[in-house]
């Protein structure tokens, strides 16, 4: 599947980046390479693979994850306690969406 430059531009703008010429020719290529391959997947015989939501099987010995348990919890003043910026109980971060 081919991609454009336009539709490069086009993503880049709701990533909010800024791509050189350069870039989007090289997105071109790179994201056109990405896309033939997704092309391929689809072609694979997947009518007999049963959906699966993760690749754990429910409770087996082969789990690698451990049983969720309920702790103690960390506390606003601990959580804020490395953090830049703190103000009123919260994270303080710059704004980063200026549209």
Not at 31 to 49: Q, W
Not at 56 to 62: G, I, V
Request: charged share 30%.
């Amino acid at each position: 599947m081919k991609i454009t430059e336009e539709q490069v531009r086009y993503v880049a703008e709701l990533a909010n980046l800024k791509l050189t010429d350069e870039e989007v020719a090289r997105m071109c290529v790179e994201l056109g390479a990405i896309l033939e391959y997704m092309d391929k997947l689809n072609e694979l015989d997947t009518r007999d693979v049963e959906p699966m939501a993760q690749v754990l099987y429910e409770a087996e010995e082969t789990a690698t994850l451990r049983e969720d348990v309920e702790g103690p919890t960390l506390g606003a003043e601990l959580a804020l306690a490395n953090a830049p910026l703190a103000g009123a109980g919260y994270f303080k971060v710059p704004k980063v969406i200026e549209r």
